[in-house]
């Protein structure tokens, strides 16, 4: 059931730490490492895909079944790589039952350009509202350097290599 892995941590390299067997239930964190995606994502896509369902056990832990992971895998995939924006992954998703089929073509040049809005969006902060009365004391928010735009969209970037590394790996 289980097999022996190198533990990652250098205070432990000399160590094994057991290997899960591949339909062993994966806790949020383990799912977030396999995929390179942050945990409030997962959690996030929960809410946006029903057909996400991992088991919670007391204290709200999850735990992801296989079929999860694959699902998550391919949302990721359509999402980061593809080019499709949620509520198109949310239309293939009804469209295939539940399921996403291993044909589906290319998005549209319109879902990609939503796409793109909808990660730019995600990047941006979003606009401040205005109050009836203005209290000195508060200091305005600042507009974002060109440098952290630009580290904005490299970890943006990075992410989506991250999740191809995942697919290829």
Known sequence: MFEPQPANDD?????????????????ISEVADELHIPQHVLRFWETKFPQVKPLKRG???RYYRPDDIT????????LYIQGYTIKGVQRLL????????DNIPPPTQDERAAAQAEREACSTP??????SMPEPAVPQP?????VERLRGALLHALTELEAMRALLG
Not at 11 to 27: H, I, N, Q, S, V
Not at 142 to 146: I, S
């Open 71 to 78: 699902l998550l895998r391919r949302i990721s995939d359509l």
């Open 94 to 101: 009804r469209e295939g039952g539940g399921r996403l089929a």
């Open 126 to 131: 979003p606009p401040q509202m205005t109050l």
């Open 11 to 27: 205070a432990e390299a000399g160590r094994l730490r057991p290997r899960k067997a591949a339909g062993a239930f994966r806790t």
């Open 142 to 146: 600042r507009k974002l350097t060109e």
């Open 59 to 61: 204290g709200g832990r």
